[in-house]
């Protein structure tokens, strides 16, 4: 059996005495696996319910009303700097036009502010007797998290259930 080694220097020899130049391909390089933890994530997510008090008529929950509950909540509960902590609203989901109405708001807050937030919405109930006619209601945390991926599609544990 011939050296496939030998025929290629010999190849290589023919292309030097031709003149032609010889080009030497580098290594192919496996691909490096990339390990990535992110230990300090500069937003905390929040997953919250508006929750109407019994006996009340639910209003519409928009952008507008849904800003001015949380500011009223954080300024009860922090005073002038609770509403200073930037609250960025990602989306508002109406619940179902049954008897018991929720209203399910995503918020995005900055992590350290993230305790404080949460202290102050889930102590706050909304009074019903303002020149808005806005009801008796309330903020209930229904989930938090540093990732919103893993905020809206849960854990992965269900991936691995036969």
């Not at 800003?67 to 609250?87: D, K, N, V």
Request: charged share 20%.
């Amino acid at each position: 059996m011939s050296d496939p080694t030998r025929n290629m220097d010999i190849d290589n020899e023919f292309k030097v005495q031709s003149g032609e130049s010889v080009k030497r391909k580098a290594p192919e390089a496996k691909p490096k696996t990339i390990h990535f933890t992110s230990r300090n994530p500069p937003w905390t997510y929040l997953k919250l319910k508006l929750v109407y008090q019994p006996g009340s008529s639910p209003q519409p929950l928009d952008h507008l009303s849904a800003r001015t509950y949380l500011s009223s909540a954080l300024s009860q509960f922090l005073g002038l700097t609770g509403t200073a902590i930037p609250i960025d609203i990602l989306k508002i989901e109406e619940g179902s036009p049954s008897i018991t109405k929720h209203d399910v708001v995503w918020i995005r807050v900055p992590r350290e502010d993230a305790s404080a937030v949460v202290g102050a919405v889930s102590s706050w109930i909304g009074g019903g007797n303002n020149s808005m006619g806005s009801t008796d209601v309330a903020w209930r945390v229904c989930a938090k998290g540093n990732f919103l991926g893993a905020l809206v599609s849960g854990s992965g544990a269900d991936l691995f259930v036969p």
